[in-house]
């Protein structure tokens, strides 16, 4: 067998690219369900880790069911949906696209010790990905508890750092609105914060930093308008 | 194939031994052959990346070259540089969801450099160069020598780099945080060197462990 000739090559190319398609389509397929899995499961172990419970992945799903008590959706102040698994369910991703008063996004109110908490989700843009985290706060709908960021890609030693202790520990104790007016927290230049309103960004991140500060102003405030209600 | 008459040679003879151990030094692939530089610069910022990624290219590079070394008979010579592709696409890609299924912590560590492994020249080059003319015990041991000689660059690079430019270790401080200059209290003498974060700084280091290697080495030198 000539393995030069055309009709061997164009074989051969059919025949590895039909096998490699199967092989990988199969993987897919078989895995997708583990990986929905894992990915739900980390999503509740933030959550969970906004108002400082944290617990391993596998036991995310349990300590999500005993501290989240209500999961409530929002629209333009009011609450849509008490559903759990609508608000759980919600895509960040699409939802950040609506204006800030047509914006349906989920509430999760945990309590913990006794006292409840209100836990925001965030979802903006990094340098090279997506950026996205919680916030915690306090009932009053104004102190920050805690909060915890996550990324796709950026870049590790430089943007990757908004996921450590160093950048997510500013958080606690400062606030989001003033006199019932919507603030937002801002991410300012390394060395430069101060007050209630402001955290270090990350330096040699910058543009990661704009971007979490730009996140924290687009996603809290669509919840503004519901907490001077409550 | 060649024609030439089949001995039989041990699995570990001097001549496979040779395969694990040139690529450590007389024939490293980046520090001789000046290949997957890209890599070595973009992964270095910490250590364990660089950990991770060392043994993922390990991987694709042992399973890819025994792959190709099983049907280096079968491929058309016109379209082997695809097929070469196709093999370390489809292993990267197979790899990435199973990590995502079973080890999904690691992947994440992966993320962005599991794309990176597709595009390292290293592997394409074993491929060529290698496997394709050889049997698939010898390219699992020549992947294997030459993903050594990766990791072991790539280790050096990232252990300086996350040294002086974090002050740590595999994220743990090592220089003591009371030497940290400190403003309001006017103490400390030392801060971290921030350069050694930025691509640029790899190729430096890269550059200092050639010189320091032809220094030792003096059979890599040219002759002019």
């Known amino acids: 067998m000539n393995v030069n000739s055309n009709a061997y090559t164009y074989t051969f190319a059919t025949v590895m690219v039909v096998l490699v398609a199967v092989l990988l389509a199969g993987a897919s397929l078989g895995l997708k369900s583990k990986q929905e899995n894992n990915v739900k499961q980390e999503k509740m172990q933030s959550i969970l880790a906004s108002v400082g419970v944290e617990v391993d992945r596998s036991e995310a799903e349990a300590a999500y069911g005993e501290v989240i008590k209500e999961v ?50 965030l979802r903006g843009k990094g340098l090279w990905g997506p950026v996205w985290g919680f916030v915690s ?83 809290l405030a669509p919840y503004a308008e519901y907490f001077k209600n409550i | 194939m060649s024609t030439e008459v089949k001995t039989k040679e041990s699995l570990f003879s001097k001549k496979n031994q040779q395969l694990l151990k040139d690529p450590f030094n007389d024939n490293n692939p980046i520090t001789v052959q000046v290949l997957g530089i890209c890599s070595a610069l973009a992964i270095t910022v910490k250590l364990e990346p660089a950990i991770v990624m060392s043994l993922s290219v390990m ?23 695809i097929v070469q592709l196709v093999v370390v696409a489809s292993l990267v890609i197979l790899v ?66 996350e040294l002086l430019g974090s002050g740590q270790l595999l994220g743990a401080q090592i220089i003591p945080l009371s030497w940290y200059i400190d403003m309001d209290k006017g103490t400390g003498f030392y801060a971290n060197n921030g350069f050694f974060l930025f691509p640029p700084m790899a190729l430096i280091v890269v550059g200092m462990i050639i010189w320091a290697q032809r220094a030792k080495n003096t059979k890599l030198i040219e002759e002019n």
């Open chain 1, 72 to 121: 409530l959706t929002i629209k333009g102040g009011k609450v849509v949906s008490t559903d759990r698994e609508t608000g759980f369910n919600v895509d960040m991703a699409g939802a950040i696209k609506a204006e800030n008063m047509n914006r349906e996004v989920p509430l999760y109110v945990a309590n913990k010790g006794g006292e409840n908490y209100y836990i925001i989700p």
């Open chain 1, 137 to 219: 706060l306090e009932s009053d709908g104004n102190t920050v508890v805690g909060a915890n960021f996550g990324h796709k890609s950026e870049t590790p030693g430089l943007g990757a750092e908004i996921t450590t202790p160093m950048f997510t520990d500013q958080f606690p104790g400062k606030k989001i609105s003033e006199a019932g007016l919507f603030q937002s927290i801002s991410v300012v230049k390394q060395g430069t914060s101060s007050g209630d309103y402001m955290v270090d960004g990350i330096s040699g991140g910058t543009i990661t930093s704009n971007g979490v500060n730009d996140m924290l102003a687009d996603c």
């Open chain 2, 59 to 81: 991987f694709v590079l042992a399973a890819g070259n025994v792959i190709i070394s099983l049907i280096r008979n079968l491929i058309p010579n016109r379209i082997r540089i």
């Open chain 2, 96 to 161: 990435d969801q199973f990590l995502k299924a079973f080890a999904y912590d690691v992947s994440k560590q992966l993320s962005v450099f599991v794309g990176l492994i597709i595009t390292n020249c290293i592997i394409m080059g074993r491929f060529e160069a290698f496997a394709l003319g050889n049997g698939p015990w010898k390219a699992f041991l020549d992947g294997i020598g030459n993903s050594i000689g990766y990791g072991v660059i790539l280790i050096a690079v990232a252990f300086v780099r």
